[in-house]
């Protein structure tokens, strides 16, 4: 029996046990995918969870531990090392601690499928300065976003984000102007952790002019409110819910070393589907 899971906090909403579970019965994997909360105030826990999950099978990790995750690596891919950030993790034959960032090539996967949206020339809105949104703005840049705005409620730390990532293959990343205006851009990122309590406010308030396009990289059952506030001012919108199913994907490749049949890919997605009705 493989033992799989998430690290994070919190870990309670996770719809990967569901989605990786369906994974494994495909493709005839004995393995579990459990939930592993390390209290955000003990960031020290987190390579002791993912050391133990790698022995056993491997893992992913969420917030608010990405950076800590990727710290805690004994070999990193380039795109951890690019973004600073951790969210698939595994042991090698030795038990050194290996790691990757499947959540630059999940939205990637979302950003070139996305209906109507052309990537290549587009201006992107990035909300957050965490590793979702490194990931997003690496994402936005690898797909052909002319201009990446940044915007963080710390500008300090929207700074940091451009200064570590620009430039990022031709794309100009800057620090987003204020007031913002969300119909400068052709899509609006979220990448922020608001959202995943209902209480939570709007990450951004979308007024009479929209984007054309708004990616939630968070998700709820029944979307998220931030979803259907921009889908209701007239932008297409979409929650965190097929990045969720890209990243598995690539997660899956990470520990089983194999590539993923398009059968497993529908499993996964039923099961994400069936989740939040």
């Not at 990786?20 to 960031?43: K, M």
């Not at 499928?113 to 979702?132: D, E, H, I, R, W």
């Not at 506030?229 to 194999?258: F, K, M, N, P, T």
Request: glycine share 10%.
């Amino acid at each position: 029996m493989k033992i799989f899971g998430l690290v994070g906090d919190p870990v309670r909403h996770s719809l990967s046990p569901a989605m990786h579970e369906a994974a494994f019965r495909e493709l005839g994997v004995e393995a579990e995918y459990r939930l592993v909360r390390v209290p955000t105030d003990r960031p020290g826990d987190v390579r002791s969870a993912m050391e133990e999950l790698g022995r056993s099978g491997g893992g992913n990790v969420t917030v608010p531990h990405k950076q800590t995750a990727a710290s805690s690596l004994d070999t990193a891919s380039d795109d951890v090392l690019l973004t600073g950030a951790c969210n698939c993790f595994w042991s090698d034959e030795v038990g050194r601690l290996q790691g990757d960032n499947t959540d630059v090539g999940g939205i990637l996967a979302v950003l070139q499928s996305t209906p109507g949206f052309q990537p290549a020339g587009s201006s992107v809105l990035v909300l957050g300065a965490g590793g979702a949104a490194r990931a997003a703005v690496v994402a936005s840049a690898r797909a052909g976003a002319a201009g990446i705005s940044v915007h963080s409620r710390s500008p300090d730390r929207a700074a940091a984000v451009v200064e570590q990532l620009d430039p990022v293959g031709r794309a100009s990343i800057s620090v987003a102007p204020t007031p913002i205006e969300p119909g400068a851009f052709d899509l609006v990122i979220q990448a922020t952790p608001l959202g995943l309590d209902p209480a939570d406010p709007l990450p951004l308030e979308i007024g009479a002019t929209p984007p054309a396009y708004a990616l939630d990289l968070v998700y709820t059952p029944g979307e998220t409110r931030w979803t259907r506030h921009a889908r209701e001012r007239g932008a297409w919108a979409s929650d965190g819910l097929a990045v969720l199913l890209e990243q598995g994907i690539l997660s899956l490749e990470r520990w089983l070393a194999r590539p993923m049949p398009p059968a497993v890919r529908n499993a996964m997605w039923e099961s994400l589907q069936g989740a939040v009705r």
